[in-house]
């Protein structure tokens, strides 16, 4: 319903003008006025029983509790979900599966496209969402919840995922086992365009919390992720084979990369990142598998490490099956505090005991820029730029880095080997030559 009120309406009596200001969607207790859905809070349409496409203003609305989701927390319902998806995904125009508050037991589940004749697609999601702890149920390197081949998605409303991810840690046994299987990462989106992401909640991953992989145009705002800083490959937002994606103004604390930069990457933009606990900002690992794709285009700035091991780190596998490159990096006015490793660049990484090979990196790394670095360090060693003897470092420049100790006992330095660095403005630690 909509009412268009001219001025020949302004001259109505004070009973018609109620009758209007009253003229609401009122159904079973619930008001909705003729807007779009993205302003009414989920939880407002929580037990009703019209949501099975009815209309909302502009938007066509999917509840999942009207397709038999009971919210309470023990009960599986994962095909409450995909059914509420199969329904709004096969709808027209602009439409919203809501997810009022409650705690929903899931997963594994997926929400697949593309939805053809969708203008966008809201997941209103006010939720709390508990994934299933039966490992069985996913597939190796799979996700929790996937959004896949979509366009136009919005993915907001305060909710959160939770991973339920303790009792799966002890089965993250890959760098024991390369037969291994993979645990499932929180929130995977797969080949999505034109993607916001807001004001979303992650904790407890059993595998990455959040994962791109082939998205172009994405843009995360306000995500809050959250696990143990002992929870192991808890990533905080994984990016693979995607470009324009935004990362900004959120705060990741979990056991590994608050953000790591997979291969294949394109245009990343970070800015504004809380980071800690945790491993860092960190490029790769790379160099690992044959026909790995560049990594070009990396901004990362404006950003607070807090105890983290590492601050900013570009990491690469020795004895690189193939060749491939990283370049035209910045990283800018990043904050450190007590961080290890505020600066590293690690050619020769191999986090096991497995790597026995003694051949060189394949990986060229060149046009990075280090600039207003500053902060204290918890390790003698600040700034580290150990690259491949096969194929040194290029173009690497530091300007203005400003490194203390934590403590105040000792001196911290600078170690360098293959690269010839450039150096620019205030340098603490002294250059290494």
């Known amino acids: 319903m909509a009412i268009t009120l001219t001025k020949g309406n302004m001259s109505l009596g004070l009973g018609i003008k109620l009758l209007i200001i009253l003229s609401f969607f009122c159904l079973e207790g ?3 006025r003729g807007r779009d859905l993205s302003r009414t809070s989920a ?35 994962s095909q409450a979900f995909i059914e509420a998806w199969k329904e709004a995904c096969e709808s027209t125009g602009r439409v919203s599966l809501v997810i009022p508050r409650g705690t929903y037991l899931i997963g594994p589940v997926k929400f697949d496209g593309p939805c053809e004749n969708v203008s966008s697609l809201t997941v ?8 299933s702890m ?11 919840v996937e959004f896949r081949w979509l366009k136009g998605l919005i993915l907001t409303g305060g909710g959160t995922f939770d991973g339920q991810g303790a009792q799966a840690w002890p089965y993250n046994n890959c760098l024991k086992d ?36 082939e998205c172009h145009n994405f843009r995360g705002t306000k995500i809050k992720i959250t696990a143990p800083e002992d929870s192991p490959n808890t990533d905080g937002i994984h990016v693979e084979r ?18 790591s930069i997979g291969q294949g990457n394109s245009h990343i933009t970070i800015t504004s990142i809380h980071c800690g606990p945790g491993h860092g900002i960190s490029v790769g690992s790379l160099g690992k598998y044959r026909d790995e794709e560049d990594v070009s285009g990396l901004v990362v700035r404006n950003c607070y490490m807090k105890e983290t091991t590492n601050g900013i780190r570009i990491k690469t596998w020795p004895n690189s099956p193939g060749s491939s490159a990283a370049t035209n990096m910045t990283f800018a006015n990043i904050v450190m505090n007590n961080v290890s490793n505020p ?30 670095i500053r902060g204290t360090s918890s390790s003698e060693v600040a700034v580290n730029l150990e690259c491949s003897k096969g194929i040194p470092c290029q173009n690497i420049y ?34 290494c030559s």
């Open 30 to 32: 619930v008001c909705v």
């Open 43 to 77: 939880s407002k349409l929580q037990g009703t029983k019209l949501m099975r496409g009815e209309a909302f203003g502009s938007f066509n609305a999917f509840n999942v509790r009207s397709f038999g989701a009971q919210a309470d927390g023990r009960t599986d319902d």
């Open 124 to 131: 209103q999601m006010e939720g709390y969402l508990k994934a």
């Open 134 to 144: 039966d490992l069985f149920k996913y597939e190796s390197g799979g996700g929790w």
């Open 178 to 213: 390369s037969n291994c299987r993979i645990l499932p990462t929180s929130v995977k989106f797969m080949g999505v365009n034109n993607t916001l992401v807001q004001d979303i909640t992650s904790i407890n991953s059993k595998f990455f919390h959040m994962a791109l992989v």
């Open 242 to 259: 995607s470009s324009r994606v935004f990362l900004s103004s959120s705060r990741i604390a979990t056991g590994d990369d608050c953000i």
């Open 343 to 372: 600066i590293i660049i690690d050619q020769s990484y191999c986090p096991s005991s497995s790597c026995s090979s003694k051949a060189p990196s394949r990986v060229k790394l060149s046009d990075i820029h280090f600039k207003n």
């Open 398 to 431: 530091l300007e203005d880095v400003h490194l203390n100790p934590s403590s105040g006992d000792k001196r911290s330095i600078s170690f360098c080997s293959n690269v010839r660095a450039k150096f620019i403005g205030t340098q603490i630690p002294p250059p």
